[in-house]
């Protein structure tokens, strides 16, 4: 499974796993920011001795040039108080929030098998799965649930896929979500008073290929029919 440990061995293969040190924004969700002063200092003196365009990395992801992003990422081995600078954009994302967002399913592999943590892509530390879902990514967001990425996972505002695939009206996805065994039953009852309910939303939205889903996965289950044929 893809956990925050392990993210890198994802695929039954080894990555750098000194990326995961290098790479300060990809810390767990608990670390501060803050580096110690001499550590900063270290920092700002690498940020003088080398001349690194800040979005190198970025611009590699949009032109899929493969070469430069592996050779650009040797230079960050060698240089790896600076990687927060090189791997941030302007938006505050990281390479491989970019690679999804414009739907490189080979990108966001390699990325990954580089070292690249799918848990925290962007300043905000939302994470791979609901960057694929607002942008509909249906392909990496199977990607990544056939890879381990939990389903439940809440990122940015404390959302899990299930809440950020309804927030932004994505049918597909939600039918996805389900058929990997999302917990919309959990969402059901952990949902704020007034929100509608899985099957309400899907009614609402016109959204009929996710009743299928939960009729065809939920069919011995009579609360699913009576919920359906009251609404």
């Given at each position: 499974?893809?956990?925050?440990?392990?993210?890198?061995?994802?695929?039954?293969?080894?990555?750098?796993?000194?990326?995961?040190?290098?790479?300060?924004?990809?810390?767990?969700?608990?670390?501060?920011?803050?580096l110690p002063q001499q550590q900063q200092q270290q920092q700002q003196q690498q940020q003088n001795d080398i001349q690194t365009p800040k979005f190198d990395l970025h611009n590699a992801v949009r032109t899929n040039?493969?070469?430069?992003?592996?050779?650009?990422?040797?230079?960050?081995?060698?240089?790896?108080?600076?990687?927060?600078?090189?791997?941030?954009?302007?938006?505050?994302?990281?390479?491989?929030?970019?690679?999804?967002?414009?739907?490189?399913?080979?990108?966001?592999?390699?990325?990954?098998h580089l070292g690249h943590n799918p848990y925290c892509i962007s300043v905000t530390r939302e994470s791979a799965l609901n960057v694929a879902i607002t942008y509909g990514r249906l392909d990496i967001i199977d990607?990544?649930?056939?890879?381990?990425?939990?389903?439940?996972?809440?990122?940015?505002?404390?959302?899990?896929?299930?809440?950020?695939?309804?927030?932004?009206?994505?049918?597909?996805?939600?039918?996805?979500?389900?058929?990997?065994?999302?917990?919309?039953?959990?969402?059901?009852?952990?949902?704020?008073?007034?929100?509608?309910?899985?099957?309400?939303?899907?009614?609402?939205?016109?959204?009929?290929?996710?009743?299928?889903?939960?009729?065809?996965?939920?069919?011995?289950?009579?609360?699913?029919?009576?919920?359906?044929?009251?609404?």
């Amino acid at each position: 499974m893809l956990t925050e440990n392990n993210f890198h061995h994802h695929n039954g293969g080894s990555v750098v796993p000194q990326h995961r040190v290098h790479y300060a924004p990809y810390q767990h969700p608990t670390y501060s920011g803050k580096l110690p002063q001499q550590q900063q200092q270290q920092q700002q003196q690498q940020q003088n001795d080398i001349q690194t365009p800040k979005f190198d990395l970025h611009n590699a992801v949009r032109t899929n040039d493969v070469a430069g992003i592996i050779r650009l990422h040797g230079r960050l081995r060698q240089q790896p108080l600076v990687a927060d600078t090189c791997l941030l954009d302007s938006s505050g994302h990281t390479p491989l929030y970019t690679a999804i967002a414009i739907g490189r399913l080979a990108m966001v592999d390699l990325l990954l098998h580089l070292g690249h943590n799918p848990y925290c892509i962007s300043v905000t530390r939302e994470s791979a799965l609901n960057v694929a879902i607002t942008y509909g990514r249906l392909d990496i967001i199977d990607y990544l649930l056939s890879r381990g990425f939990p389903i439940d996972y809440a990122g940015f505002e404390n959302k899990t896929p299930l809440e950020r695939a309804i927030e932004c009206n994505q049918g597909s996805v939600v039918v996805t979500l389900l058929k990997h065994g999302v917990d919309w039953r959990h969402y059901d009852e952990q949902r704020k008073t007034g929100d509608m309910s899985l099957i309400e939303w899907a009614l609402a939205h016109e959204h009929p290929q996710v009743l299928g889903v939960l009729i065809d996965l939920y069919g011995d289950d009579e609360s699913v029919f009576n919920q359906i044929g009251m609404l």
